[in-house]
C-alpha cells in the first residue's frame, strides 16, 4: 500500500507542471486527498485538498488561482496543476490520503506519498 507522487522538475518562473500522486495497493476512490509542500527549511503545508467526492475545500492562500487540484478515481491518480509558478513555490511536494477529510486537512493522514522536488528558477 503507498501513494507515489511524481511530475516535479525544474521550471522557469512563470512555468507550470502537472504533479501526479498514483496509489497503488488500495483504491482511492473513497479517500480525501490532499497536496503539501515542505520547503528547504520551512514547515510541511497545505497546498491544497480535496474530499472523497471530489469537492475541493481548500486552497493555500498562496497557491488560489494558480494550483488546481483533481483526481481521476478511474486511474487511482490524483494531480496538482501547478501554473504560473514562482520561486517562492520551490519545495518537495506530497500527496497523502485518508478515509477521513478532517485528517487530510490538519495533516495526519493515514498514507503519506514520497515527495516530488520542484524547482522554480528566476
Known amino acids: 500500500v503507498q501513494l507515489q507522487a511524481s511530475g516535479g522538475g525544474l521550471v522557469q518562473a512563470g512555468g507550470s507542471l502537472r504533479l501526479s500522486c498514483a496509489a497503488s495497493?488500495?483504491?482511492?476512490?473513497?479517500?480525501?486527498m490532499g497536496w503539501y509542500r515542505q520547503a528547504p527549511g520551512k514547515e510541511r503545508e497545505g497546498v491544497s485538498c480535496?474530499?472523497?467526492?471530489?469537492?475541493?475545500?481548500y486552497y493555500g492562500d498562496t497557491v488560489k488561482g494558480r494550483f488546481t487540484i483533481s483526481r481521476d478515481n478511474a486511474k487511482n491518480m490524483v494531480y496538482l496543476q501547478t501554473d504560473s509558478l514562482k520561486p517562492e513555490d520551490t519545495a518537495v511536494y506530497y500527496c497523502?490520503?485518508?478515509?477521513?477529510?478532517?485528517?487530510?486537512?490538519?495533516?495526519?493522514?493515514?498514507?503519506w506519498g514520497q515527495g516530488t522536488l520542484v524547482t522554480v528558477s528566476s
Open positions: 497523502a490520503a485518508d478515509q477521513v477529510f478532517h485528517n487530510v486537512v490538519v495533516m495526519t493522514p493515514e498514507y
Open positions: 495497493g488500495f483504491t482511492l476512490d473513497h479517500y480525501a
Open positions: 480535496m474530499t472523497s467526492s471530489g469537492v475541493v475545500l
